[in-house]
């Protein structure tokens, strides 16, 4: 796979992560000798996507620049249960003390990727796109649209800065979705201008407005494919987004009704933490 480009926020991510776990000091790390070296293992328990390997490498740099990693797997690598994927050497105070920040950051971005490589693959060969939401862990924001790029999907919007989607209250409170769209258009005229729907008829008045894209929410099938018709059949058709409660077991008929895109929020919002372990030995 191609490499994707890490969060500019990663070290700071890490930095905090860190804080919030060590605080003034690893108390219980201070009783081990100062020069005792060690080595670790990480397996994994079950089958997974592996992503983090740039957050476990500034978790333990940012605690002791001498810790060497040696990896066993790349990134976006799908692992089997009981696999080995790293071993890591350095003073043992390092490895305890950054060991649960190292590890819950590859837990929770193997487990991200993981999920938006299952939603992906359902639908690989029907030209539609899987994209995340912003319903992310609080604080985890970039590193999990790092963790569903690795998994095979693509972002939505970062955030509230760099896209408009107006939703319902926003049309509501606007005047409807021409004043909407003809407001953001006057504000950001460089911004991708995307509107919510909940039917058809909304649809229509989203392309007459010009906008982007049309977010097609909580639609069932058959209207779906109105849409979709109706959309193609405009001078100026728009992407169809696709989204609301999309699970593994109906994204694929989703994706067949000729959406450009299915949003999926349990990729980002509903993960479990993959099962890992970390074995220790000691030096002298």
């Not at 500019?8 to 991510?13: I, K, N, R, V």
């Not at 060497?68 to 390092?94: F, H, N, S």
């Not at 993981?114 to 030209?127: K, M, N, Q």
């Not at 987004?241 to 994204?251: D, L, P, V, Y």
Request: proline share 4%; glycine share 8%; aromatic share 4%.
């Amino acid at each position: 796979m191609n490499p994707v480009p890490l969060p500019p926020d990663l070290p700071l991510q890490v930095e905090r992560a860190l804080a919030e776990d060590v605080g003034a000091g690893d108390l219980t790390a201070s009783l081990i000798p100062a020069d005792r070296f060690g080595r670790a293992s990480v397996i994994t328990r079950e089958a997974a996507i592996i992503c983090g390997r740039p957050y476990v490498e500034a978790s333990f740099q940012q605690v002791d620049r001498r810790v060497v990693i040696e990896w066993q797997v790349g990134e976006g690598d799908a692992v089997q249960a009981d696999q080995l994927l790293l071993r890591c050497t350095g003073p043992a105070r390092a490895l305890l003390t950054a060991e649960r920040t190292a590890l819950n950051f590859l837990q929770f971005l193997s487990a991200t990727a993981t999920a938006a490589h299952r939603y992906a693959e359902l639908i690989a060969d029907t030209g539609c796109r899987l994209l995340d939401t912003r319903k992310t862990i609080p604080g985890m924001r970039t590193a999990q649209k790092y963790a569903v790029r690795v998994g095979g999907g693509h972002n939505h919007r970062l955030g509230l800065y760099d896209g408009i989607l107006i939703k319902e209250n926003h049309i509501m409170a606007a005047g409807g979705i021409p004043a909407a769209v003809t407001r953001a258009r006057q504000l950001h005229p460089g911004a991708r201008v995307e509107v919510e729907v909940e039917s058809v008829d909304e649809l229509r008045e989203a392309i007459a407005a010009a906008a982007d894209i049309a977010l097609v929410d909580n639609f069932s099938l058959g209207a779906l494919r109105e849409a979709v018709a109706v959309n193609r059949a405009a001078s100026r058709p728009l992407l169809l987004e696709a989204s609301g409660g999309i699970t593994a077991e109906t994204i694929r008929g989703v994706a067949e009704t000729g959406v450009d895109f299915v949003s999926v929020g349990a990729i980002t919002k509903n993960v479990r933490a993959i099962d890992l372990s970390m074995r220790f030995e000691w030096e002298g």
